[in-house]
C-alpha cells in the first residue's frame, strides 16, 4: 500500500487488519473502531450518520443493511484512486469470509421469519395481540 495525502501506508494496514477483525467476528459493535467508521465514511462514500454507533446501526445490525452497505462499498464508481489499494485488500478480506456472512443473513431472516409466524398464530386468537402486531407494520 501507498502512502497519499491524508493517510499513510501503515494507517492503511491497521484499518485492513480492524477491518478483518470486524469481518473475521461477525461484524460485532465491539470490534467497529473508530479508526474503521472514519475511513469508511470519510473515504468510501459513506455519510457518517451522526456517529459511529449511527453508522453501525444502520448497516450492521440488520441482514438488508449488511447488503446495502457491501454493494455501495464494492461497486462505488467514484472511490479517489488514493484508496483504490486498500479498498481491493478490504474486498479480499470480504471474499475469504463472504459465504459465511451470506449464511448469516440467511439465518437470521429465517429467523425472524419464524418469529413472525408464531406471533402470526398468536395474533389469530388474540384480538389485543393482533392489534399490536398489525402496528409493527403500520410504522
Not at 440488520?62 to 486498500?86: K, M
Request: charge should be negative; glycine fraction near 4%.
Amino acid at each position: 500500500m501507498k502512502d497519499v495525502s491524508f493517510m499513510t501506508a501503515k494507517d492503511k494496514e491497521l484499518i485492513l487488519k480492524q477491518w478483518e477483525t470486524f469481518i473475521k467476528n461477525g461484524m460485532q459493535l465491539k470490534h467497529f473502531t473508530d479508526r474503521l467508521y472514519k475511513h469508511l465514511s470519510l473515504h468510501c462514500g459513506f455519510i457518517a450518520h451522526y456517529d459511529i454507533n449511527g453508522f453501525y446501526h444502520t448497516y450492521f445490525d440488520n441482514p438488508s443493511g449488511i447488503t446495502v452497505f457491501f454493494d455501495n462499498l464494492f461497486n462505488q464508481r467514484y472511490l479517489s484512486e488514493d484508496y483504490a489499494d486498500l479498498l481491493e485488500a478490504m474486498r479480499i478480506v470480504y471474499t475469504t469470509y463472504q459465504s459465511k456472512i451470506n449464511m448469516d443473513n440467511h439465518n437470521e431472516v429465517g429467523s425472524k421469519l419464524r418469529e413472525i409466524e408464531e406471533d402470526l398464530k398468536l395474533a389469530q386468537v388474540s384480538y389485543s395481540f393482533a392489534l399490536k402486531f398489525l402496528d409493527r407494520f403500520n410504522n
